[in-house]
């Protein structure tokens, strides 16, 4: 009995203890844990701050080699650039091909003479339509008819001038009339046309107003090939750039109109100035489509168009008589009287058999057309008494 007692109260105290320990290891566990725990996070931590830390490194490494490609590609594009300018600068003066072949431009100088021919008859047939001037309008727009006389008189020359001057002395014997034959009008009227055509389109390597540029191409093309000449030409032209102005031959037209006879003072003249204004718009477009096609697109040679001055002997190998009214003879020189038709040619830069030295060659591609001083035999003039004598028979 005592001794169940004690086993008890051992047992008793045994338990106690037990649980004291358990009490006490419990917290020891926890703390372990914790610890364990923190180890870990640290460990991670670690980990994670050592992968960060290498992965800026690689990122520092990519973006120094980006900066390194960037800058190689600016320099790679630097020298693409600073080559294509090269390339580019050195093709300006390589022999190319003409944009517009010899017969091309012969092609368009023959169309522009057509045309000149065209819109002479038909202004021709607006000044047989109309009503022409009386005495009386002579004193009424005497300002205005001598300005149209001086303007005339300059731009077509004396012999066309009283060929066809029907306000200055002729007008005492009758008024203005229209003339049995109409040639030596249409001569003056394609005539002045020409000159226009010519002025426009201009010579290759002369700029107006800028004689400096001028000389400084003569100079070039006596020393340098024709490849390299033609190219400076062009930049040069393209820096200055030549006006085309319809404002001289319109007053020009409308000053030998008057001369002939026309009133100023009817309601069809400014009809007449309309007609005429649209038919120097129309072929200004053909004059200088062949300008930009002589200047840019022809760089084998220099290409210009060219009259034949008045009063110049007749030389068939140079000109052509379009409007002979007989056979030419040879025993009796003939003069020109004026250009109705534009001529072309072509002038080359060549090289001497030692290539030291340059020499230019001319060569005639087309003809002007020419009427002659002898042709005004066949036309009664202003002042001849008879000069309306087919009229009175007539009626």
């Known amino acids: 009995m005592g001794k169940a007692k004690s ?38 931590k670690f980990a994670v701050g050592s992968r960060i830390a290498e992965l800026k490194s690689t990122n520092q490494q990519t973006e120094e080699r980006l900066l390194a490609m960037e800058k190689r590609y600016s320099q790679l594009q630097s020298l693409l650039d600073q080559r294509t300018q090269e390339l580019k ?16 431009i012969v092609k368009k100088v023959e169309a522009i003479n057509s045309e000149i021919f065209n819109i002479a008859m038909s202004i021709v047939d607006l000044f047989e339509r109309c009503p022409k001037m009386d005495l009386e309008e002579t004193f009424v727009q005497e300002i205005f008819i001598n300005q149209c006389r001086g303007a005339a008189r300059l731009v077509i020359g004396d ?22 034959d109409s040639t030596p009008m249409q001569l ?33 093309r006596a020393r340098e090939p024709q490849s390299i000449s ?79 001055e008045n009063d110049t002997p007749y030389e068939s190998r140079t000109m ?6 007989e056979p030419l003879s040879d025993l009796k020189p003939q003069r020109v009287l004026c250009t109705v038709g534009l001529g072309l040619r072509r002038t080359t830069t060549r090289e001497t058999a030692d290539s030291k030295e340059y020499y230019l060659q001319t060569d005639l591609l087309k003809r002007p057309e020419v009427a002659l001083v002898g042709l005004l035999d066949s036309f009664s003039q202003p002042i001849d008494p008879d000069f309306d004598a087919y009229l009175r028979e007539n009626n």
């Not at 012999?159 to 049995?180: H, T």
Request: proline share 4%; aromatic share 8%.
């Open 7 to 44: 086993s008890d109260r051992t047992n008793g105290v045994f338990n106690r203890q037990m649980e004291s320990l358990i009490r006490i290891a419990q917290p020891v566990e926890l703390l372990v844990e914790a610890e364990e725990a923190d180890i870990s996070r640290k460990e991670n």
């Open 89 to 104: 600068e050195s093709q300006t003066y390589l022999k190319k091909p003409d944009e517009f072949p010899g017969f091309a």
């Open 159 to 180: 012999l066309l001038y009283f060929v066809n001057c029907q306000i200055d002395e002729a007008i005492l014997y009758r008024l203005p009339i229209v003339p049995e």
């Open 188 to 220: 003056a009227l394609r005539y002045i046309l020409v000159k226009w055509a010519v002025k426009v389109v201009g010579i290759p390597g002369t700029f107006p107003g800028k004689d400096e540029v001028t000389n400084l191409y003569r100079q070039i």
């Open 230 to 308: 033609s190219q400076w030409r062009l930049i040069a032209y393209n820096a200055c750039p030549a006006e085309a102005s319809t404002g001289s031959i319109f007053d020009g037209i409308m000053s030998i109109l008057c001369i002939c006879g026309l009133s100023s003072l009817s309601i069809a003249y400014q009809s007449v100035q309309e007609n005429v204004r649209k038919r120097i718009t129309d072929i200004e477009k053909s004059v200088l489509a062949l300008r930009r096609a002589i200047h840019e697109g022809v760089t084998s040679s220099d290409m210009e168009l060219f009259v034949v």
């Open 320 to 325: 052509v008589d379009t409007v002979e009214m």
